[in-house]
């Protein structure tokens, strides 16, 4: 199945993918999700938030079981990071099928439309819309690199704005959720182990940092004239890598937009979005007040916000003791976000897989998980489930 994707939004450059949400690469991708459930006997159903759900079993008379990622991708990324959830969901359901186990409860595979926020700067929109994190209003007027609106684009591709928003009869049928994703990062290969569980999601968000000066001809205005905004800009990324050593953090400038753009001309307008994440909310937040209050007089706006998740024990034991095999399987913390996070805040009963990741390299076209290693966590998935769902 990954082989089957791994043509759609790859870049043959660089061997990463571009798959905005709601570009033709996620049209294909959803296709593809909507004939693996077909070909299963799956229920295929789009909620309000254009989420993906196949069911096996009717979960409006019982809450489900449900398993699943996303198939979205940040800009030039891995063939992993989401896919390989939605995979080893559909492969899971398979052994369980060849056991000839039959669900006590009805058992779902999920697909999150938009969760890696590369098109419209929030994470995770697709389960943030379905909780009510997010407010329609401010999502329908968020806009992508092309100044398209989500609330252009959803009309595009025949869907309704006005529908978007908190769904309570979908929540309704979420009983529990488990993910399995690749791990970002060295966790398990440092303890050489092929499956792990996750214990917690920092607490991590992005701000947007907006430095006005006044654009003017680079070869003309003489510096002692100039109104440069790359400067304070410069500043604040040094400054970021300082203060986040001296918080226990981490700080991350990995997107810039300078207009106008010219080789030949002083910026009038720099905007820098700055990533932040740490074991402790306190010091993520004394580190961007500290980074604020240096800007001086740049515009700062919060785009997106997760407070730490700690997934619910007696679940993440219990996945650690079915996926573990001959032993528990270890539980590790993470530093990045994920739609369980946002499902276990909102209450739904949710947990996490991770499948080993050798050189620890995420977010990058050199992501990868060894095909054992894959195999081990859909045969961990099917134990999960089918204790899960007995």
Avoid at 33 to 48: I, M
Avoid at 107 to 124: K, Q, Y
Avoid at 258 to 283: C, I, K, T
Wanted: glycine share 12%; charged share 25%.
């Amino acid at each position: 199945m990954l082989e089957e994707l791994a043509h759609i939004g790859r870049d043959p450059a660089t061997n990463g993918y571009v798959r905005d949400a709601w570009s033709d690469c996620d049209l294909l991708l959803r296709e593809w999700f909507a004939g693996e459930a077909a070909r299963r006997g799956l229920d295929t159903r789009e909620d309000r938030n254009g989420n993906l759900w196949a069911w096996w079993g009717d979960p409006s008379a019982t809450p489900g079981v449900v398993t699943g990622s996303h198939l979205d991708s940040v800009r030039q990324g891995g063939a992993f990071d989401g896919p390989l959830g939605v995979v080893s969901a559909f492969a899971a359901l398979d052994i369980l099928r060849n056991r000839d186990f039959v669900p006590g409860r009805p058992l779902g595979i999920a697909c999150f439309t938009d969760e890696e926020g590369a098109r419209f700067g929030v994470p995770c929109m697709g389960s943030r819309l379905l909780t009510g994190v997010l407010a329609p209003s401010r999502a329908l007027g968020l806009v992508d690199d092309e100044g398209d609106t989500l609330a252009d684009v959803l009309v595009r591709t025949g869907r309704e704005p006005g529908r978007i928003g908190r769904d309570d009869e979908t929540l309704g049928h979420l009983g529990t959720f488990v993910e399995l994703h690749v791990e970002q990062g060295r966790g398990l290969a440092d303890l050489d182990r092929p499956v792990g569980v996750a214990g917690a999601i920092w607490p991590h968000g992005r701000w947007r940092f907006d430095f006005h000066g006044q654009a003017n001809h680079a070869g003309t205005t003489r510096l002692a004239d100039r109104d440069d905004p790359m400067l304070p800009f410069a500043r604040m990324v040094l400054a970021a890598r300082e203060a986040a050593a001296g918080h226990d953090a981490v700080a991350t400038v990995g997107k810039v937009r300078v207009s106008p753009g010219n080789a030949n001309a002083v910026p009038g307008l720099v905007s820098a979005w700055l990533d932040a994440r740490g074991p402790d909310e306190r010091d993520v937040r004394a580190l961007v007040a500290e980074l604020t209050e240096g800007a001086g007089r740049a515009q700062v706006s919060e785009e997106s916000w997760t407070p730490v998740v700690d997934f619910d024990v007696a679940l993440r034991d219990r996945l650690a003791a079915v996926a573990g095999g001959d032993s528990a399987a270890p539980v590790l913390p993470t530093g990045a976000g994920h739609d369980a996070g946002i499902l276990a805040s909102a209450g739904v009963p949710s947990a996490m897989l991770f499948v080993r990741n050798p050189t620890g390299v995420s977010h990058s076209p050199a992501e990868h998980a060894e095909q054992a290693d894959c195999e081990a966590g859909v045969v961990a998935l099917a134990n999960v489930l089918e204790d899960l769902c007995r």
